[in-house]
């Protein structure tokens, strides 16, 4: 994923995260984001992108830009193990989640043995078409209606819809559809700017 891609995701999803996982479709309210980094025996940082615990689950949210494949999910399935055993105090399921900005939403198996699955679940924003959301978004803009924080976040992911122009195009688009709304409070501001 490139950096400024990667960049939006993380600050968003540490800042509105709640808001995040309703967009994915993922059902609970988070209680706790937990830190991202753990040193093991090698000095290598292994680092998953964002870690939610729910009320009754812990999310570990990937972004990626390519195709999930075998060395992702091992990845992944290393993630997943490494908080099981560092930081899962309440003894949680874990649910390792990919958002993804090739388009391909489903589960993915990685398959330790005949017995043992570790299911991955990949999300797209592609369902969401860039222009028809935009033109929504600027009808509620023009007829003064107040955006709720998850219109606001879905703004920043413009770039991730379908879209029939290019990411740096919708990044701008986003920018200055975000720089028309009034009364915008400087949080808010912050927040929609990523």
Known sequence: MKFHEDVIFKNDGQQYGQEFIEILNIKGKIIEIHQTEYSILDPKMYKPDLVFELEDKIIILEFQSTYVDINDKKRFRFYTALFDYLKNSTHKNIELHVLSTMGVEKTKCYKINPESRFPIYVHSLKNYDSNKFLNIIKIKIK???????????????????????????????SAETITDIPNLNVDMEQFAKG
Do not use: G, P, R, Y
Not at 151 to 167: G, K, V
């Open 143 to 173: 007829n003064k209606v107040v955006l709720s924080k998850k219109e606001l976040l879905l703004l920043t992911l413009l770039c991730f819809m379908d879209s029939d122009e290019s990411i740096n195009q919708n990044i701008l688009n």
